[in-house]
T-cell receptor, first 111, second 112 residues
């Protein structure tokens, strides 16, 4: 079983929709969680970083962590065609830097 | 503020050769991590360096090695290249106390 599971998609939504992206994990010791956006042939771009259960909001993005269910989510409000990319979740036990990544969900936002 | 810089961006090698990739972290970041990204395996942790010492290591063979210099710049080396080493190699830096990882654009290695 992989440490982190993520639905690869692709997920196709119309512009303006609310997008929900999810990851589940098996290691209950994970404490630090991140979401990245990766455009084709580019490096991952950090969107959200959190180290506690609950919600964290930044603009159109909300990260949610439920440690009791070992489940994290990223919500994108008012999705735009420019949001079309692969979204990766990442998590770690310690604050330093051996992070485990999900396989990524490919999102397509149609104009 | 300059981001993480990786060189070269693209390179082609043949089996059996070796390759060295370079990474300059964000100014003030002393931790540098390396990841391999392939379509089949996704992003996999190679190793992490802090203050010129390897602090964490992933499950890769000894052909993969790295080092960090006193100015926090890092290099990784892959010896005796195999076809399966074709991948995007990503470097990430973070503050000394850890936390968010900031990635470079990667070095895309093709092994023929």
């Amino acid at each position: 079983q992989k440490e982190v599971e993520q639905d690869p998609g692709p997920l196709s939504v119309p512009e303006g929709a609310i997008v929900s992206l999810n990851c589940t994990y098996s290691n209950s010791a994970f404490q630090y969680f991140m979401w990245y956006r990766q455009y084709s042939r580019k490096g991952p771009e950090l969107l959200m970083y959190t180290y506690s259960s609950g919600n964290k909001e930044d603009g159109r993005f909300t990260a949610q962590v439920d440690k009791s269910s070992k489940y994290i989510s990223l919500f994108i409000r008012d999705s735009q065609p420019s949001d079309s990319a692969t979204y990766l979740c990442a998590m770690s036990v310690y604050n330093f830097n051996k992070f485990y990544f999900g396989s990524g969900t490919k999102l397509n936002v149609k104009p | 503020k300059a981001g993480v810089t990786q060189t070269p961006r693209y390179l082609i090698k043949t089996r059996g050769q070796q390759v060295t990739l370079s990474c300059s972290p964000i100014s003030g970041h002393r931790s540098v991590s390396w990841y391999q990204q392939t379509p089949g395996q996704g992003l996999q942790f190679l190793f992490e360096y802090f203050s010129e010492t390897q602090r964490n290591k992933g499950n890769f063979p000894g052909r993969f090695s790295g080092r960090q210099f006193s100015n926090s710049r890092s290099e990784m080396n892959v010896s005796t290249l195999e076809l399966g080493d074709s991948a995007l190699y990503l470097c990430a830096s973070s503050r000394p106390e850890g936390g968010e990882l900031f990635f470079g654009e990667g070095s895309r290695l093709t092994v023929l």
